[in-house]
């Protein structure tokens, strides 16, 4: 075993390589918020107004200044405010104003009492309940307030920010520029779909699915198609993809194959950081840049393409953007609920569906044939098991590791 591991850089190693290389992006545009959705703020977000901008009622009711309740809990109806219509009369002592939620709440009232409360009494309301100064009154600001910080750098826009936005009265709203990223795969074997098969050959399934996921981490796709396993095919792909993009994506080519150029052109057009890890699948990935742009070597099997773009690229592409929030999720413990093969040596990716069982506790199993060519495997899974480097086959009811899969890879939710 040790034969094979010797000289493999952990997961861990790599990403802080990774990371530690690179800087973000500054180059920014303005974006109306309606055309913003996926992208992320190129500075902090400051908000213009207090929210609630004024102090209002949150109930439908009446309302009061303590003032008049000392001497009677019989009060007239002095006049109404509605959401969007404040009360702007004169108010006589001993009188309340009816008030709708949302109303501006009149100057000189202290409490707002609900509806349900009080009593008519002909052209009069009584109060029925005990009244607390401020009740029932939302404060100006007590939400955000004007100047706060609503948003920081590096916040990816989406369903829970741009509302917010939108209730701030901010229309535009400063975003890095899309990361460009230019993708292609190597390989004589590979044919696009819609094509015939010819003997030997096969489908190009990653150039689709690394484009699908960069497509949802809002980057602009250059796609450079498939290309031969020719050196001089590959060094004008390369050149191209450097010219074009800030980061360049291949998959394929990378291992020791007599057909494997993509390592040696990385050393001749580039440098190259690291490749091969000790992880399962994935092995062979390859990180280096170009002269200006930086360039990920994906593995050809494409499970192994899939897990590499998720668990190192993800995370570069993240820091490029400055984004804030960690690209992966948090793991969890669940409990093996089958045998779980593995030989010591590197960390394992196993795709899992996990769930919760009659305790309460989480279980997981795997998909069953974990073979880097299985891509099947991710649509029937919901979660990675994650399998420390020197563990061994793990046997039923032991604690594993599990990373949900985020939007990305996700679909299947908790079985
Ligand atoms: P390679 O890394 O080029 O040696 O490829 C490893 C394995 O992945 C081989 O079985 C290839 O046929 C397969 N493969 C490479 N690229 C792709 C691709 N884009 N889509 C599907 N399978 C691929
Ligand atoms: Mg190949």
Redesign the pocket.
């Known amino acids: 075993m040790e034969r094979f591991t010797a000289g493999l850089i952990s997961l861990e190693e790599a990403q802080s390589k990774m990371l530690a290389e690179i800087a973000p992006i500054h180059d920014s545009e303005m974006l109306a918020i309606t055309s913003a959705a996926g992208r992320i703020t190129a500075e902090a977000v400051i908000s213009p107004i207090s929210v609630p901008p004024f102090a209002n009622s949150a109930m439908d009711g009446y309302a009061v200044r303590s003032a008049d309740l000392a001497a009677a809990r019989l009060l007239s109806v002095a006049g109404k405010a509605f959401a969007g219509t404040p009360f702007v009369d004169a108010w006589p002592a001993g009188s309340c104003i009816r008030i709708m939620t949302g109303a501006a709440i009149p100057p000189g009232a202290d409490a707002v009492v609900m509806q349900e409360e009080t009593e008519t009494q002909g052209e009069c309301i009584r109060l029925t309940a005990t009244v607390k100064t401020g009740q029932n009154i939302r404060l100006a600001g007590e939400d955000i307030q004007q100047g706060a910080v609503v948003l920081a750098a590096g916040t990816r826009l989406g369903a829970a920010e741009l509302p917010l936005l939108a209730s701030l009265g901010i229309s535009h709203v400063k975003v890095l520029r899309k990361l460009r990223v230019a993708v292609f ?3 004589d ?2 044919q696009p779909v819609g094509q015939p098969l010819a003997a030997g050959q ?6 689709f ?1 690394v484009s699908l996921m960069l497509n949802s981490l809002g980057c602009d796709v250059i796609d450079l198609g ?1 290309i031969k ?1 020719d050196p001089d095919a590959l060094r004008n792909a390369f050149a191209q993809a450097d010219d074009a993009a800030d980061v360049v994506i291949s ?5 020791v ?1 007599e ?2 150029y ?1 390592k040696a052109m990385l050393e001749e057009l580039g440098q190259i950081s690291f490749w091969k890890l000790a992880m399962k699948p994935g092995k ?1 990935f390859a990180f280096g840049r170009l002269q200006t742009s930086w360039f990920c070597g994906l ?4 499970v ?2 899939a897990v590499t773009f998720y668990q190192l690229v993800q995370p570069l592409l993240a820091k490029l953007t400055g984004q804030q929030t960690p690209a992966l999720p948090a793991r969890l413990r669940a409990r093996a609920a089958g045998l779980l093969k593995k030989a010591p040596g590197r960390l394992d990716f196993q795709r899992g569906l996990f769930s919760r069982d009659a305790e309460g506790e989480l279980t997981v199993r795997n998909t069953g044939h974990q073979g ?2 299985i ?1 099947s495997s991710f649509s029937q899974a919901n979660c990675f098991i994650v399998l420390e480097r020197e563990r061994g086959t793990v046997q039923p009811g032991e604690w594993v590791e599990i990373e949900p899969f985020n939007a990305l890879l996700g679909g299947q939710g908790v079985a």
């Open positions: 795969s190597t390989g074997e590979l096969i489908y190009d399934t990653n150039r699915a498939i396993d998959s394929g080519g990378v291992s194959g057909a494997d993509t062979p593995p050809g099997n494409p192994s393409a880097s060519h891509f």
